[in-house]
C-alpha cells in the first residue's frame, strides 16, 4: 500500500537527516532543528516494531518530531484511509512551522464487512468510491427491525466525511519535494488527483527552498516529478 511506503520512505528520511544535523555546528539552525530549546530524539522514540504485522510511527514528515505526541499504531493488514496534515503555528514553539502528515482510520471502512449496517455500509463506498452491493440491498428489505445496538470506542473521535475523497472538493493532501541530503519543503497539494502548487505569495509562508523553487518555476519538470510518484493516479496541474 502506497501509505505503507510513505511511512518506510519516511524512517530512512529519519536517519540521513539525522546524520546531518549531528555533523551541523551548534549555532546553525534549519528546519529540521527551529531553535535552541528543540531537543532531537532517538530512532527508537520515532519507530518501534510489534510484531509480524503491527508497528509503532510517529508522522510522514520527520524533520521536527514532538516526542510528547502519541505514536500511532499502523497494522500492514489494514491500509490507512485519510493522511491529516497538522501545522504549529506558535511562534513561541519550539515545533514552529513544525508540519507533519499523519495516516489515519476511518471506522466504517476498516469495520469487518459481515458486521456493517446499511447507512454504514452507503457511507463506505460513498467514501471508496463502490457501488451499493445488490445482495447488501436486498438483505436489508427484510432485515428484522430490532434496532441494533451501537458499540462505540471511546478513544474513537474520528468522524466518517460527508464528501467525495476523490472529487477536486476534497482534502487537500500536500506534497513535498526531497532534495539530496534527504531534506524536504512543501511543493503544492493534490486536490483529488490534480496537483496544485504553491504561489510565489506562499514561497515564504512554507519556506520553500531555492531548490524547490526551481522546480515549481518548471511545469515540464514538476509534471514529470509528479508522474513518477503518483502514477496513473496524477491527473495533471490544477490551474
Do not use: W
Not at 519516511?10 to 528546519?31: C, G, Q, S, V, Y
Not at 516526542?67 to 503555528?89: F, G, L, Q
Amino acid at each position: 500500500m502506497e501509505v505503507f511506503e510513505d511511512l518506510k520512505e519516511a524512517r530512512k528520511m529519519f536517519n540521513i537527516i539525522r546524520r546531518e544535523l549531528r555533523n551541523m555546528p551548534p549555532d546553525k539552525f534549519t528546519t529540521g532543528k527551529p531553535n535552541k530549546d528543540y531537543k532531537d530524539i532517538t530512532y527508537l522514540q520515532y519507530y518501534d516494531n510489534i510484531d509480524e504485522y503491527r508497528f509503532y510511527q510517529r508522522e510522514l514528515e520527520n524533520q521536527i518530531v514532538n516526542v510528547n505526541a502519541p505514536m500511532s499504531m499502523y497494522d500492514y493488514r489494514i491500509a490507512p484511509v485519510i493522511v491529516n496534515t497538522y501545522k504549529c503555528d506558535d511562534t513561541a514553539s519550539i515545533f514552529y512551522n513544525d508540519l507533519v502528515n499523519i495516516p489515519l482510520y476511518i471506522p466504517v471502512v476498516v469495520k469487518p464487512f459481515a458486521l456493517l449496517t446499511e447507512p454504514e455500509m452507503r457511507i463506505r463506498n460513498k467514501i471508496l468510491n463502490l457501488p451499493m452491493p445488490m445482495k447488501t440491498i436486498r438483505k436489508a428489505e427484510y432485515r428484522d427491525s430490532t434496532p441494533v445496538k451501537q458499540v462505540y470506542a471511546i478513544r474513537d473521535t474520528i468522524q466518517p466525511p460527508s464528501i467525495d475523497f476523490y472529487s477536486n472538493s476534497g482534502p487537500r493532501l500536500p506534497v513535498y519535494l526531497y532534495n539530496s541530503y534527504g531534506s524536504a519543503c512543501v511543493i503544492g497539494f493534490m486536490v483529488g488527483r490534480k496537483f496544485k502548487k504553491l504561489t510565489h505569495e506562499q514561497y515564504a509562508d512554507y519556506a520553500v527552498s531555492t531548490f524547490a523553487r526551481s522546480v515549481l518555476e518548471d511545469d515540464i519538470a514538476l509534471d514529470k516529478i509528479l508522474r513518477i510518484k503518483f502514477g496513473g493516479y496524477y491527473d495533471g496541474l490544477l490551474q
